[in-house]
């Protein structure tokens, strides 16, 4: 087995490793969008649940509900922080992610690079062989005809 073909699977597996990598930044990339939209709708339930409650205290609302209202309220501002704090998690997942996957991507391409280098030397070495080969048939004929 000449040497360039030696390295190929070491390219594929470099290259499959790549792949699985940039598989897993895309899902984490798609975790975070996500958890972001989440954040929003929650975000957004809560403004309008507290423009709600002002208008109802600007109404006139019986204590009653008023304290329930106010109570369901904070349960959603605790969501909402629970939410931005999966946010932050999954930032950094992705982050990982993408991490690795450069990591992966500089590997494959390495490896590949070195392959195309010892291909290249063994055409050159090939050439080298041939030329060789030719020199000494000249040489035998030149030899021959005198």
Do not use: H
Not at 1 to 25: I, N
Not at 84 to 96: T, Y
Not at 114 to 137: G, K, P, S, V
């Amino acid at each position: 087995m000449k040497r360039p073909d030696k390295l190929a699977p070491v390219v594929r597996l470099a290259r499959e490793k790549e792949k699985t990598a940039a598989l897993e930044l895309a899902l984490a990339q798609r975790d975070v969008a996500r958890e972001r939209q989440r954040g929003q709708e929650l975000s957004a339930y809560l403004g309008n649940y507290q423009r709600d409650l002002d208008r109802g205290l600007k109404n006139g609302i019986r204590a009653a509900d008023m304290l329930t209202r106010r109570a369901f309220l904070e349960r959603l501002r605790r969501a909402l922080a629970g939410q931005q704090e999966r946010i932050r998690a999954s930032d950094q997942r992705c982050e990982e992610r993408r991490q690795a996957w450069l990591r992966c991507r500089r590997d494959a391409e390495a490896a590949e690079k070195l392959w195309r280098r010892r291909q290249q030397d063994e055409r050159r070495a090939e050439e080298r062989r041939e030329q060789n080969r030719l020199d000494d048939y000249a040489g035998q004929r030149g030899g021959m005809m005198r």
